[in-house]
């Protein structure tokens, strides 16, 4: 009768291991945007004449990237030649108070560089950094290095 009871305790144990370890957490989901490079128009582009056209893909979990009011920016773009990025409004990819794990690319349109010195061509990078709507900042991607030619 003893060793009844032993193989009972026993399998009783085993069951309670697979159901612990059946109960793992979910994993949990980041809450910046991700982003990434796609590509780009032109890398050689004449200054202050041709426009730039840039594709991002972009991952959020929370789907709270973007924003109804035109005056809020959550894109942050930056001439690595310039200290201050300029910033530009994203509208909404999902609609206010939905949490959707969303993914896909957007196209940012920008206006055409420019030559910052008097001499000829000059070469510069741009950054990308895109903030949710609770304050996170995605990660930053950068552009291949863009030739700015002069026009005269």
Not at 3 to 27: D, I, K, R
Not at 70 to 93: C, F, G, K, W
Not at 101 to 119: A, M, R, S
């Amino acid at each position: 009768m003893k060793h009844a009871h032993f193989h009972g305790f026993q399998a009783g144990l085993v069951c309670f291991l697979l159901t612990v370890s059946a109960c793992t957490p979910e994993e949990v989901k980041p809450t910046a945007p991700e982003i990434g490079w796609v590509s780009i128009n032109a890398l050689t582009v004449e200054s202050s004449a041709t426009p730039i056209t840039v594709t991002l893909s972009y991952r959020d979990h929370q789907g709270d990237l973007g924003w109804d009011d035109p005056d809020r920016h959550a894109l942050e773009v930056r001439d690595t030649r310039l200290d201050s990025p300029d910033t530009y409004h994203i509208p909404p990819l999902t609609p206010e108070g939905m949490e959707l794990d969303i993914d896909g690319t957007f196209v940012v349109n920008l206006p055409p560089l420019f030559l910052l010195g008097n001499g000829g061509d000059e070469q510069t990078r741009l950054t990308f950094r895109i903030t949710d709507r609770a304050g996170n900042a995605s990660n930053e991607v950068e552009s291949p290095v863009i030739l700015i030619t002069d026009t005269l």
